[in-house]
């Protein structure tokens, strides 16, 4: 019980410390939220094989799609040339702890969702990811992450540092009760307070 708690409390102050810093940098707060995919290389591909008038009837049906698992999004962040490519690559509910002293509190799940950073900037991309990440249900209830591994793989990094063209994949975990059922997820640059906000439907 020390041990989740402990960890729970490193979780919050990492949110905390990364909160003071940048409201001192900047006033970004997800005005702008970001849930259109960006087109895949097999769509662009085929979008050049037909007549002139198949590819633009395709784009018109697609545009009111919403990103959803396995989708990319592409966010900005506060500075000039702060940008990613993020993608949602799996989600796993009720994802099981690797660490045998370590659980969802009673009453409650862990969800893991495996994210994919690249970065598509010109300035170095340094944060702690897990700190802009949400997960919302169905009732709007929205949860937090935490500090936890998982059997499904590596965890995503504390303190990613990732130079322009450079990729970083793991597991962020949040914790829900056991009755949510589990819409979206969320993710922002710069520990969230970017303007930019990207949702997946879940």
């Known amino acids: ?11 919050t102050a990492a949110a905390v410390v990364a909160a003071v810093g940048l409201t001192a940098c900047g006033s ?20 050049g094989s037909g007549q002139d008038k198949e ?5 018109t049906s697609a545009a009111p ?10 966010l900005k962040g506060m500075e000039a040339g702060s940008e990613l490519d993020v993608t949602v690559v799996k989600v796993v509910d009720n994802a099981k702890s690797s660490d045998e002293f370590f659980a969802p509190e009673d009453g409650k799940r862990w969800i893991g969702v495996q994210f994919q950073l690249l970065n598509t900037g010109t300035k170095v991309y340094s944060d702690a990811p897990m700190n802009g990440a949400k997960l919302a249900d169905d009732q709007g209830q929205q949860f937090g992450t935490v500090i936890a591994d998982i059997t499904a793989g590596p965890s995503m990094g504390s303190d990613v540092r990732l130079k322009p063209g450079g ?9 829900v009760p056991k009755a949510s059922k ?6 922002g640059m710069d520990s969230g307070f970017a303007e930019q ?3 997946w439907k879940l």
């Open 1 to 11: 019980m020390f041990h989740h708690t402990r960890i729970r409390l490193a979780a």
């Open 28 to 47: 970004g707060s997800g005005d702008e939220i970001v849930d259109k995919p960006k087109a895949k290389a097999s769509a662009d591909a085929d979008s």
């Open 55 to 59: 590819p633009d009837a395709e784009q």
């Open 65 to 74: 799609e919403v990103a959803k698992v396995g989708d990319t999004l592409g």
């Open 167 to 175: 990729k970083a994949l793991g597991w962020i975990v949040f914790e």
């Open 182 to 187: 589990p819409a979206t997820v969320t993710f």
């Open 197 to 199: 906000i990207g949702e």
